[in-house]
């Protein structure tokens, strides 16, 4: 019943809903690649429609990476949808050949129906701004991390949410929820993080939402981007999964040092969503079975925002 491509992996998934049916946009690769290893540059976006959570609908592909020599010919990574006067708008993040695939930027796409998605004339939008926020520096970590937008609107206007690093300290305790705000989804200002640093390399694939009254951050992070001093307090052995932090509003600040891992083993990229009666659910990508990489995105788990930030490991 998962959403499972027999040809294809599936892994990290962002959602919309139309008000009938919700959209599953999610990276994909070949599953004739051999190595799961080799999906991500090797990936374009796939997206399929389900009005259960559960039986889903596999559509034409939203996304593939971009011509030679643009911003996004390497790779086209997670990201979020979100509406405004009636057009529907794609954040994600992009890679380019040019400098190695090693710097990610924020573009976006446009769509009147969720299918047919045409870039934006001025991507890249947004990237990371070095008052803040650490720029390539291999001696430090692997990449320039600036990816996973999640964009979020108050009265206040447009406001994004972004793995990201901060410029200094410890370099395996960097990791922070970049920020960014708009008014208008296009142009863009790059603000300071929206958490302090709480033990991780890296925050990946971060989701806000109000749950029960309760402000929530989600994440994900591998143990081997988890710091010592949290890995030492941590009250289980750490696996790769999904983390919940409690924040003062949608848009942080959020308590990153007082997060918990959720009781999934073998979900990454987890997601919250919210059903048709109102309950919350969560979809995750199976990352593991018995010691293989799955590629496929899970059926919906229940989800109890209390029991959630009581349980879990540090």
């Known amino acids: 019943m998962a959403l499972r491509l027999e040809d294809r992996w599936v892994w990290d998934m ?34 399929a429609v389900s009005t259960d959570l559960v039986d889903w609908e596999v559509q034409p592909d939203a996304l593939q990476p971009g011509p030679a020599g643009s911003w996004d010919d390497a790779a086209t990574w997670t990201g979020c949808v979100v509406r405004r006067n009636g057009t529907w708008w794609m954040f994600y993040t992009g890679a380019s050949t040019r400098d190695d695939a090693l710097v990610q930027r924020i573009g976006a796409a446009t769509s009147t129906d969720l299918v047919t998605w045409e870039r934006h004339p001025a991507n890249p939008l947004v990237e990371a701004d070095p008052r803040w926020y650490e720029k390539l520096d291999l001696d430090a970590w692997h990449d320039e991390a600036w990816r996973d937008p999640w964009v979020v609107r108050d009265e206040g206007g447009w406001h994004m949410l972004i793995t990201a690093r901060r410029r200094e300290g410890d370099a395996e305790d960097r990791g922070v929820i970049g920020y960014a705000r708009s008014a208008d989804l296009a142009a863009w200002e790059v603000g300071p993080p929206v958490s302090a640093p709480g033990g991780f390399g890296q925050l990946e694939v971060p989701q806000s939402a109000t749950v029960d009254g309760a402000p929530l951050l989600l994440f994900s992070a591998d143990p081997a981007h988890v710091s010592d001093a949290r890995r030492a307090t941590a009250s289980t052995t750490l696996e790769a999964g999904t983390y919940v932090a409690r924040g003062t ?12 891992l959720l009781p999934y083993p073998g979900l990454y990229s987890c997601r919250l969503v919210q059903r048709r009666t109102g309950a919350w659910a969560l979809l995750g990508f199976v990352n593991e079975v018995n010691g293989e990489f799955a590629g496929e995105i899970s059926d919906p788990l229940p989800f109890d925002a209390a029991a959630a930030m009581a349980g879990g490991a540090g």
Not at 249 to 259: L, Y
């Open 14 to 47: 962002w959602l919309a809903d139309d008000g009938e049916r919700h959209h599953a946009f999610y990276l994909q690769a070949d599953r004739a690649l051999g190595d799961h290893h080799l999906r991500h540059w090797n990936v374009s976006i796939g997206h």
């Open 249 to 260: 509003s949608e848009i942080g600040p959020f308590d990153v040092a007082g997060a918990r």
